[in-house]
């Protein structure tokens, strides 16, 4: 291979590593200003399941370094949440230079959307399905059997379900970019409007807890999301396939 032809390859790495460094950073730096809070954000995410406990019942933990450890994690995952923004920032940096000019235009708005609904599956998850299930689980437990959750699989539980529907709530992107780059069209996603009804369920059975509750409050907004996507579709529908602007971003 020709040194001139090495070049590209590495100046792409070069920037790849640059805009990952970018990522950690920003995680890092977020992780230092919430790792002092730990205590009172797992005291925050607990607040749902602790409101619906029985009286007298209170979570639990098994293992003898849980108490410093699991704060700790969830810290970290929050600060990877909370950087979720950085995160397409930097990979739209890392991109834009190979789009056209009418391609960064579409992008740009579906990079904010992807935040805007990642975040809001979360605030779904946690103000309604978090409430609704944990209620519902705490009125079917069998007489005699006193709930007492471990806070390390407790956060396993919910952290499953908060990256379960805050993927999920990427549907309208996903379809938006599905009719932007011609793989298909609105019209052909509205005649399979009941595969994918059923298909909703399937991925809440994947995605959630093994219950037919938490897979119903996944399935039904999926589908609502699904018709939101094919909705938007149309605005982009062929977009991709436009005259391409002969304009680069340069650097």
């Not at 379960?164 to 780059?181: D, M, Q, R």
Request: aromatic letters at 14%; a neutral charge.
């Amino acid at each position: 291979m020709a040194v001139e032809d090495t070049q590209p390859l590495i100046s792409h790495l070069i920037e790849l590593r640059k805009r990952l460094l970018h990522c950690i950073i920003a995680v890092v730096a977020i992780f230092a200003c919430l790792v002092y809070f730990a205590n009172d954000i797992y005291q925050l995410i607990s607040a749902p399941l602790i409101k619906q406990l029985p009286v007298g019942a209170s979570m639990i933990a098994t293992d003898v370094a849980s108490p410093f450890f699991t704060p700790i994690k969830l810290t970290m995952i929050v600060s990877v949440f909370v950087a979720v923004p950085v995160i397409l920032y930097q990979v739209w940096a890392f991109v834009a230079p190979a789009l056209y000019r009418h391609e960064r235009r579409l992008v740009v708005p579906l990079l904010i959307s992807s935040s805007l609904l990642f975040y809001i599956g979360m605030a779904f998850a946690y103000f309604i399905v978090f409430p609704l299930a944990f209620g519902f689980f705490a009125k079917t437990a069998p007489q005699g059997v006193l709930i007492a959750t471990d806070i390390n699989n407790y956060l396993d539980f919910v952290m499953a379900l908060f990256m379960a529907f805050g993927v999920s709530f990427e549907v309208p992107v996903a379809i938006v970019l599905l009719c932007w780059t011609g793989i298909t069209n609105p019209d052909d996603l509205r005649k399979k409007r009941p595969y994918v009804l059923v298909g909703a369920f399937v991925v809440g059975m994947l995605l959630t807890p093994p219950d037919v509750f938490s897979q119903t409050l996944l399935a039904i907004p999926m589908y609502c999301l699904f018709e939101v996507g094919i909705f938007f579709s149309r605005f982009y529908v062929g977009q991709r396939r436009a005259s391409p602007d002969p304009d680069r971003q340069e650097e």
